[in-house]
């Protein structure tokens, strides 16, 4: 294949990224044919997939705006992904343009247009680098520009502790990143589960996990997620399917059940 300009020399196109692939899922154009088949596959096997990409980009936006409510007026997104549409700076600085947000990304891609995306604009950046790296995110330059570490941020985790897997803690990773922010600091998530959907997630999963990627999927209970979430205020409704955290209107909720079930989100509040 022609290797596109946009494309970092470091990114070895014959090998499929989530992240790319759930850029095809939403429709858009910054993926390969070895994406594309990866997301068709397992579309074949979860009927309905891209409608649960797009509740939870929904989910998103609901989140961002609850926050600003809230008075925040600065965000962290942690495994932000390629931009596409509704990006948490666009919703964020919609409702106040003075909001400031940072994305981390380790993807090369997500981290290369991210980069041209917020070219102009002084509010936002993205920091390259892997969550583990939690004092490298935080102390990156981006960060430390951006971020008032004395007032609340709105910390988001949206489609990402499910590539968390147990060996690598993912409970006392996301408790050094809520340590490290003020009282008043939100955070929210988003979990894929099969407590509903079931088999066809778990031999999704297997596709993803045999497939040579980085990303390996982990699988967890409503109960497994909840213990993620021990210690901090679970504001209402709770850990719910994402088309169920305050929904506004039908644009947020899939006519099918077991797709607004197929993600478990929440918000939490640090006290």
Known sequence: MVRPDWVPQSVDVSVPSIARAYDFMLGGAHNFAVDREIALKIDKMMP???????????????????????????????????????????????????????????????????????ADNDRA????????DVDG????????????????????????????????????????????????????ISHVSADTMGDPLYRA??????????DQLTIRTHGEVLELLDGYELLDPGL???????PTGPGDISDRHEINMLLYGAVCRKP
């Open 137 to 188: 995110v935080l102390g990156s330059p981006e960060a430390q520009r951006l971020l008032d570490f004395s007032q609340p941020v709105g910390m988001l985790m949206l489609l990402l502790l499910h590539w968390v897997p147990d060996e690598w803690k993912p409970r006392e990773l996301l408790a050094r990143y809520v340590d490290a922010l003020p009282s008043g600091s939100f955070l929210a």
């Open 240 to 246: 719910v399917g994402c088309a169920e955290w305050r």
């Open 48 to 118: 309905g997939l891209r409608s649960g990409t797009r509740v939870n980009r929904a989910f998103l936006g609901r989140v961002v705006r609850f926050m600003v409510d809230q008075g925040v007026r600065q965000f962290l997104d942690i495994g932000s992904g390629i931009p596409t549409v509704a990006n948490v700076h666009e919703v964020a600085q919609d409702a106040d343009p003075t909001c400031r947000v940072v994305y981390v990304d380790r993807d090369p891609i997500a981290v290369a247009h991210s980069e041209l995306m917020l």
């Open 205 to 214: 999963a297997e596709v993803i996990n045999s497939s040579g990627s980085a």
């Open 125 to 132: 950046e993205i920091v390259a680098a892997d969550l583990r």
